[in-house]
């Protein structure tokens, strides 16, 4: 519920904070005394179109906060969640420069418009002579009778979805996974094509590194041979480094006995000489060994090619060459297969999406049978609002297309005067009888509605008499389940009031400011005795006044006693 409302600097609010309650919160004032710049100042925070208009002559920027009891709000706490906003409270604020600068947060953080208007839909609906409700938009029609239907066709409608969604999933598989038939055979032309061109080249992961390495020998085969025999000569000629070694291995061990450290150096030239032996020996095996086939260069050459080429077109290593050849192998293998595939999935849609006919006309019989009572119920709250003539109807039209909520178009339509044919909704009624056909909706939906703060500007407009006190009765109504703000003209409806706020211009000879004040019980009398007599001092409106609100207590405690 809404908790507290400031505003700055909106049209002749230049400061108001107000604190809200649970159930009827009224607002009363003089024409002109800026009850209306209320309604707008919520507006502007629940993310509704705004105009530099409002912000007060002279002041740079207008702005408005609000803050909200969540408590048990799970959606509203789900949606804070996805936003990756806090969701322990809510304060909402908007500011509105007269530069055209927009800024919205939730709970400090910047957000678009939309967020906050996506997350402010689920906790407060204003109604108003100039509003365009959510009954207004024909789209919203279905959701408000599956809402009066309650649990009776909710388990309808979530079958109904599910076989939807498998529908959905089945085509979209066959769109993914198929083309014409022309289009098949030209992808498994191309398939086969490169499947054949990798197999043929009997890749694998070392050849090519082995490859090029051999012909790095190859390229080099004169530099290589001729190290080879230096190297060996150096080592193991007649004047090489194993005759030398020989020689002073020799003479080492004649005074290796003389002392320790000539011992020692016997033996390391000992290991010096049989090491650079065995090089010896290496050396001239590598010598004897090297040849090479003249022409092999050139079949290196050609293979390290088709290695190169077929990195250009698959992949830039020789895994990812091999990769790719496994997955063409495999989009072959379902091409090839594709036409019965195919055909099963064609199969499957078939039952699916008879299935899915045959429950949608289910939820379709539920609904016409929850439109008639909602028919007769809405008729009856017209009717004690005074509009007994009125024909109101639920129309359910076939959709020719399948859909997540099934197969109906709803629409509601009504002809609020005699002689006149049924109409769309928002196109028959005047602004005073749209007011009392929200308030007829919402008194039915009083239980089904999740919303949990309405908002009434001034829905008693044209009204009067015994209908004002049936139009305040069904405002408490709705009042135990939900919180009302109502905007009001008429003391029959501000005597109910669990909370009345006066509104009131105030004028200095140079500047015009609105203000506003909590009434207490005594000033309640007084209030509304001014609203019926337009007496400041009547003492006959005074009695009447306060018979109005001790009717109006009693008629409240029954209600909650009754509940």
């Known amino acids: 519920?809404?908790?507290?409302l400031s505003i700055k600097n909106v049209a002749l609010i230049e400061r108001l904070d107000m604190d809200f309650d649970n159930g009827l919160n009224v607002l009363t004032g003089e024409t002109g005394a800026g009850k209306s710049i209320i309604i707008d100042a919520v507006n502007l925070a629940l993310g509704e179109r705004a105009s530099r208009e409002l912000i007060t002559t002279g002041a740079e920027k207008a702005s408005v906060e609000a803050e909200f009891d969540i408590e048990g709000e799970e959606a509203v706490k789900s949606m804070l969640r996805q936003n990756e906003l806090?969701?322990?409270?809510?304060?909402?604020?908007?500011?509105?420069?007269?530069?055209?600068?927009?800024?919205?947060?939730?709970?400090?953080?910047?957000?678009?418009?939309?967020t906050l208007k996506q997350i402010t839909d689920l906790l407060v609906d204003v109604h108003g002579q100039h509003e365009h409700q959510s009954l207004l938009m024909q789209s919203r029609h279905i959701r408000f009778l599956d809402s009066f239907a309650g649990e009776r066709d909710r388990a309808q409608r979530e079958k109904v979805a599910g076989l939807y969604s498998e529908c959905k999933a089945i085509q979209s598989e066959l769109l993914g996974g198929f083309g014409s038939e022309d289009e098949r055979a030209r992808e498994a032309d191309i398939l086969r094509y490169q499947i054949n061109e990798i197999e043929n080249a009997r890749l694998t992961a070392d050849e090519e590194q082995k490859l090029t390495e051999e012909r790095a020998v190859l390229i080099n085969a004169e530099r290589i041979m001729t190290s080879l025999q230096k190297s060996s000569e150096a080592v193991s000629g007649d004047e090489g480094a194993v005759g030398l070694l020989s020689q002073a291995v020799s003479a080492m061990k004649d005074i290796s006995?003389?002392?320790?450290?000539?011992?020692?150096?016997?033996?390391?030239?000992?290991?010096a000489y049989y090491t650079i032996e065995d090089i010896g020996y290496t050396l001239r095996d590598m010598r004897d060994s090297f040849d090479f086939e003249p022409g092999r260069i050139d079949q290196i050459e050609q293979r390290l090619e088709i290695y190169s080429n077929l990195k250009k077109k698959y992949g830039s290593e020789v895994e990812d060459v091999i990769a790719f050849g496994e997955r063409a192998s495999e989009r072959l293998g379902q091409l090839e297969g594709a036409q019965e595939k195919r055909e099963k999935l064609q199969k499957q849609l078939a039952d699916k999406e008879k299935l899915y006919r045959a429950e949608a006309a289910a939820l379709t019989?539920?609904?016409?049978?929850?439109?008639?009572?909602?028919?007769?119920?809405?008729?009856?709250?017209?009717?004690?609002?005074?509009?007994?003539?009125?024909?109101?109807?639920?129309?359910?039209?076939?959709?020719?297309?399948?859909g997540q909520n099934g197969m109906d178009r709803v629409e509601f339509m009504l002809s609020a005067n005699p002689g006149e044919s049924l109409k769309p909704l928002e196109k028959v009624a005047s602004g005073g009888e749209m007011s009392r056909i929200m308030l007829a909706f919402k008194a039915i939906a009083a239980n089904a509605d999740a919303i949990p703060t309405l908002i009434f500007d001034e829905i008693d407009t044209g009204i009067s008499g015994h209908i004002a006190a049936v139009v305040g009765e069904k405002m408490v109504s709705i009042a135990d389940n939900h919180?009302?703000?109502c905007v009001t003209h008429l003391p029959q409806i501000a005597a109910l009031a669990d909370v009345h706020f006066m509104v009131q211009k105030q004028d200095d000879g140079q500047t015009t400011r609105t203000s506003l004040k909590r009434l207490e019980m005594?000033?309640?009398?007084?209030?509304?005795?001014?609203?019926?007599?337009?007496?400041?001092?009547?003492?006959?409106?005074y009695e009447h006044a306060r018979e109005l609100i001790t009717h109006s207590e009693e008629i409240k405690q029954k209600r909650r006693k009754n509940k």
């Open 257 to 271: 006995g003389i002392s320790t450290e000539y011992g020692e150096l016997s033996r390391r030239l000992s290991e």
């Open 86 to 114: 806090e969701d322990d409270g809510l304060i909402i604020s908007r500011e509105l420069s007269a530069s055209g600068k927009n800024v919205c947060r939730i709970n400090g953080t910047l957000v678009n418009l939309a």
């Open 483 to 485: 919180q009302v703000l």
């Open 522 to 541: 005594e000033e309640r009398y007084e209030y509304i005795a001014r609203m019926m007599s337009g007496m400041e001092d009547s003492k006959l409106a």
């Open 365 to 402: 019989d539920i609904r016409r049978t929850e439109a008639e009572r909602l028919q007769r119920e809405l008729l009856s709250h017209l009717k004690d609002l005074g509009m007994e003539k009125a024909r109101f109807e639920v129309r359910i039209d076939p959709l020719t297309e399948p």
């Open 1 to 4: 519920m809404l908790k507290r």
